[in-house]
């Protein structure tokens, strides 16, 4: 059985402290390709900033962060140059926000924004370019005679998927989601949801998602880990997790949804 | 030869929102399944016999015993496996079909049968071709399959959920109240199936509402042992 392949991403004892506060204690998890990781909790127990720890926008204050390269395999992101990580975080690794507005170039056409990744991937050919374009756009529902349009006239649930686009065209291997399907509406999210569990098979990709809504950590992830006051204080199974919690809070936490 | 080997599992709740109470749920369970065999769970209603199949799962945890489980040459403990372990194991070893299905959104319903196929890293058409045949045992004629289950009724849902199970071709296969929502004539397409797996050399752990099909198809039945009232 093939479970001992290397991990995507590793993270041992990480701490971060926003000046005296302390935000991240003593997380360590692992993340394997194919596997998507959901991070749930409620707002201000970490979450957004353990992710930008493992992405590589913050430097942790204590602890070890090793994730994938495509060129020489798992390595310690502190030992990475600036512009390695750059070029990282634009090809083999992606990151949807939360609010698409932070990631998309509002200035440039929707089919501009969507092959930058391919550009900076070296792929020069106007006609490829906008074949994947259009490829893209359909593949997140929406109309491609769209393409040459500007962001800024595009819906809130437009510019998401515009931005999950734009991420997903270069196949990154490690894919970082924050709140990918908060403010979409329920057919869209489904969509995406159908979209992004079927790249993580045929991709490989290993995903990392934070996200609040429970049914959407059940549905995509394998595993689950549970944040509270910085720390990861429950770990397992998606199902287990959510069916069997042990730990008082993810009880509480799963007691509270409203049943749909 | 043994597929599963249930041994002392206890298994009890904590409610920390009830102030701590204890509930418990199974204790000292001794179970033994081979090849071949179907084992019938019985006890009253809230005897635990969910709880059980879902412990065996993985999906509950447990906090003494063990539950080995065959793969291959070894015999693994599911309460001492990681979560990655468990969830090769669900892949290749264990199918379990609890009474709902959890459907998702928008996927097909031949596209949800293929996926423990596709999972198993069985082709795309391979796995659309058997999961096909199997929806079609299980009397879900061909123009639904194209749809997702989510408006089916819920006898249909409850034999895309088997189908799921079946599939797989897994060395031990859980069912929860298989026909719980069936008819007869699904009924015996249920009971078919459950044939099928023991004469295949599968084994099957069940529970079943209906005494007719535990007589047709269990080997042995185990009944849960009772628990005192008490919560301590």
Not at chain 1, 159 to 185: C, H, K, N, V
Not at chain 2, 102 to 122: F, K, M, Y
């Amino acid at each position: 059985m093939p479970v001992n392949t290397q991990p995507a991403l590793a993270a041992r004892n990480l701490y971060f402290q926003f000046g005296k506060q302390p935000v991240i204690r003593q997380v360590s998890l692992e993340l394997y390709p194919g596997e998507v990781l959901a991070i749930v909790g409620e707002s201000g127990s970490g979450k957004s900033t353990l992710l930008n720890l493992l992405y590589g926008t913050l430097p942790p204050t204590q602890g070890e962060i090793q994730a994938t390269t495509p060129d020489l395999g798992l390595r310690p992101m502190s030992e990475l140059s600036r512009q390695t990580l750059r070029h990282l975080q634009r090809t083999a690794w992606g990151f949807v926000c939360q609010n698409p507005r932070d990631a998309l170039r509002m200035e440039i056409s929707a089919g501009g924004n969507i092959v930058e990744r391919r550009m900076i991937m070296g792929l020069r050919h106007y006609g490829q370019l906008r074949e994947e374009a259009l490829y893209w756009l359909q593949k997140v529902e929406i109309d491609p005679a769209r393409l040459d349009d500007l962001p800024e006239t595009f819906s809130g649930g437009m510019l998401q998927r515009l931005q999950i686009a734009r991420t997903l065209i270069s196949q990154p291997a490690l894919l970082y989601l924050d709140e990918p399907t908060s403010g979409l509406d329920v057919s869209v999210q489904a969509a995406l949801l159908d979209l992004l569990r079927k790249l993580v098979v045929t991709e490989n990709m290993a995903v990392l998602l934070v996200t609040h809504d429970l049914a959407v950590a059940r549905l995509l992830a394998q595993r689950i880990a549970v944040m509270r006051q910085g720390e990861i204080i429950e770990e397992g199974l998606a199902d287990q997790v959510l069916d069997d919690p042990q730990h008082p809070y993810t009880q509480l936490l799963v007691s509270s949804v409203l049943p749909a | 030869m043994n597929i599963l080997e249930v041994e002392q599992l206890s298994k009890k709740f904590v409610l920390h929102l009830r102030g701590g109470l204890n509930l418990p749920i199974l204790r000292h369970i001794e179970l033994r399944v081979a090849a071949g065999e179907c084992i019938a769970l019985v006890g009253a209603s809230g005897s635990g016999k969910s709880s059980l199949l879902r412990t065996i799962y993985g999906n509950y945890r447990a906090e003494s015993g063990s539950i080995r489980l065959r793969n291959g040459q070894d015999m693994v403990d599911i309460l001492q496996s990681s979560p990655r372990e468990i969830i090769t194991l669900r892949r290749h070893v264990m199918a379990y079909a609890s009474q709902f299905l959890r459907v998702i959104p928008r996927v097909s319903t031949l596209e949800l049968v293929a996926q423990p196929l596709t999972d198993q890293g069985i082709d795309t058409q391979t796995a659309m071709k058997r999961a096909a045949e199997i929806l079609l045992e299980l009397n879900l004629p061909k123009h639904l399959h194209a749809l997702p289950p989510a408006t089916f009724s819920g006898g249909e849902q409850q034999r895309v959920n088997l189908a799921r199970a079946f599939v797989g071709q897994h060395p031990l296969i859980l069912l929860d109240e298989p026909t719980a929502s069936l008819d007869g004539h699904n009924a015996t397409a249920v009971k078919n199936r459950i044939l099928h797996a023991k004469k295949t050399g599968r084994a099957v752990l069940a529970v079943f509402h209906d005494p007719d099909l535990v007589a047709q198809v269990a080997d042995r039945q185990y009944s849960i042992p009772s628990l005192s009232e008490h919560a301590s």
